[in-house]
């Protein structure tokens, strides 16, 4: 069955804003650390922001500043806020708990 959904992406002009969402049918999502990877054309996946179940959170040097990763167990969602928006920022972006993976979302950022 469907565990994690990712939603939210599409395309941007450089210096904007989209916000990611990931839901998530999983058991003890509250307890859960959260993740976002994004890969964009020809390269590796890369790690891109966490948030755990007690909401510490951690980013990516590239994203910090700019992005904000945020949860609400009570709609088992995660989130994730993209400002100001570069154009390396383009990529498909996938949520992750442990092994699960979403289908990801695509970002397009135009310059």
């Known amino acids: 069955q469907v565990q994690l959904v990712e939603s939210g992406g599409g395309l941007v002009q450089a210096g904007g804003s989209l916000r990611l969402s990931c839901a998530a049918s999983?058991?003890?999502?509250?307890?859960?650390?959260m993740q976002w990877y994004r890969q964009a054309p020809g390269h590796q996946r890369e790690w891109v922001a966490r948030i755990t179940g007690g909401g510490n959170t951690d980013y990516a040097d590239s994203v910090k500043g700019r992005f904000t990763i945020s949860r609400d167990n009570a709609k088992n969602t995660v989130y994730l806020q993209m400002s100001s928006l570069k154009a390396e920022d383009t990529a498909v972006y996938y949520c992750?708990?442990?092994?699960?993976w979403g289908q990801g979302t695509q970002v397009t950022v135009s310059s």
């Open positions: 992750n708990t442990n092994y699960i």
């Open positions: 999983l058991a003890a999502f509250s307890m859960r650390t």
